[in-house]
T-cell receptor
Framework: GAVVSQHPSWVICKSGTSVKIECRSL??????MFWYRQFPKQSLMLMAT?????????EQGVEKDKFLINHASLTLSTLTVTSAHPEDSSFYIC??????????FGPGTRLLVL | EDQVTQSPEALRLQEGESSSLNCSYT??????LFWYRQDPGKGPEFLFT???AGEEKEKERLKATLTKKESFLHITAPKPEDSATYLC???????????FGTGTSLTVIP
């Protein structure tokens, strides 16, 4: 089946620094990728839709300047959390859509901002 | 308004005790309904895609069914390793966006 990877799997950073998370579709091309955030014992919260070659579409309430998304190629999207603060600590999950329009998820990245 | 509701919120079963999870949805044109399994601290794992009412899919102890209003995930003779949160998502025909339910947390007791 389709495989999506994320890197890093976990990261600890100081408040005020920026963190980049990579999402790759390993065995298929994805024109669309999604970025989600998940709080403990809660369902996925869609942050933005990442489209290859164009600007990301952000959900209401998600700061574009804080969560920078770049879909540089058909297999790579990156999420940069700029000037991270403790409230940004969360589990970030990406997903990619394959040609059948099925959605496959990455393993997630746990971010802890001190 | 497109939405997805899952029930129950949590379910505890004895090993071998079969049961069903429900996913009710309202969407303006269904492109597909997806079931995922999520273990703590991991991304959701794809289980099934259902596209039209009457469709059924099976994988080991799991069977997913679909009607025009809801989907069921049947678990036959569950084992402790089936313990996880099961998520349902609906994709509308109008676009790429997926609508997720809040999940059912399943615990299978040995």
């Amino acid at each position: 089946g389709a495989v999506v990877s994320q890197h890093p799997s976990w990261v600890i950073c100081k408040s005020g620094t920026s963190v980049k998370i990579e999402c790759r579709s390993l065995d298929f091309q994805a024109t669309t990728m999604f970025w989600y955030r998940q709080f403990p014992k809660q369902s996925l919260m869609l942050m933005a839709t990442s489209n290859e070659g164009s600007k990301a579409t952000y959900e209401q309430g998600v700061e574009k300047d804080k969560f920078l998304i770049n879909h540089a190629s058909l297999t790579l999207s990156t999420l940069t959390v700029t000037s991270a603060h403790p409230e940004d600590s969360s589990f970030y999950i990406c997903s990619a859509i394959d040609l059948t329009r099925a959605q496959y998820f990455g393993p997630g990245t746990r971010l802890l901002v001190l | 308004e497109d939405q997805v509701t899952q029930s129950p919120e949590a379910l505890r079963l004895q090993e071998g005790e079969s049961s069903s999870l429900n996913c009710s949805y309202t969407v303006s044109g269904l492109r597909g309904l997806f079931w995922y399994r999520q273990d703590p601290g991991k991304g959701p794992e794809f289980l099934f895609t259902l596209y039209s009412a009457g469709e059924e899919k099976e994988k080991e102890r799991l069977k997913a069914t679909l009607t025009k209003k809801e989907s069921f995930l049947h678990i036959t003779a569950p084992k402790p390793e089936d313990s996880a949160t099961y998520l349902c998502a609906v994709q509308a025909a109008s676009g790429n966006q997926f609508y997720f339910g809040t999940g059912t947390s399943l615990t299978v007791i040995p």
